[in-house]
């Protein structure tokens, strides 16, 4: 099994600083999740990331969410390279923007919805010492919005989501969300 977590790196120990001109991405819609969390950034970053790492598989889409048949492909570009404390020789980090990441798994059955597919997409949109931005696009294709009672009218586009996630080397942690339906389906959310 690949290690969930990476080993320290000294280069959290220190204060993290936020470069004066710094200011974190908009924030979406719904913002889900905002949390002060006591680990490293470098540390956290490559647990997310590098393609070593197995925590998103294992400890988060496994063992939190509960899903099954899980598949993480490789990313787009740099995909040994993503995520590591400090990029190797003669690789720009900035190289890494707008990599992607494609992945699916089956969610677990719940109160609205059949067990089903969720098919989705990690991009860097900023990735430094200090922040890292990831968009992840979800798709989920056999749930249909009129299958669900909770929206006030009968659309049969898939369910899709855009996720922001903003990791500061603070560790300040803000999550945010919109759906991006057409047409009449922005109306009602």
Known sequence: RAPLRA???KEDNSEAT????????????????ETDLPVGFLRLRWAMLNTSSSFL???FYADIMKYEKIE???WSTNENDIGLPKP???VDESSFL???????YLMPKSAFVKANMCYGTLEILHYDDHCLVLK????????RVRSLSLYPFHY???LRWLFICALIATILVSCAANHIGTGALREYL
Do not use: M, N, R
């Open 7 to 9: 080993p320290a790196v």
């Open 88 to 90: 190797p020789d003669g």
């Open 136 to 143: 992840e696009k979800t798709l989920t294709p056999e749930v």
């Open 18 to 33: 936020v470069p004066p001109a710094f200011s974190p991405p908009d924030v979406l819609e719904f913002v889900g999740l």
């Open 98 to 104: 707008h990599a992607t990441l494609e992945y699916s």
């Open 72 to 74: 993480i492909q490789q």
């Open 57 to 59: 598989k294992d400890a």
């Open 156 to 158: 049969s586009e898939p």
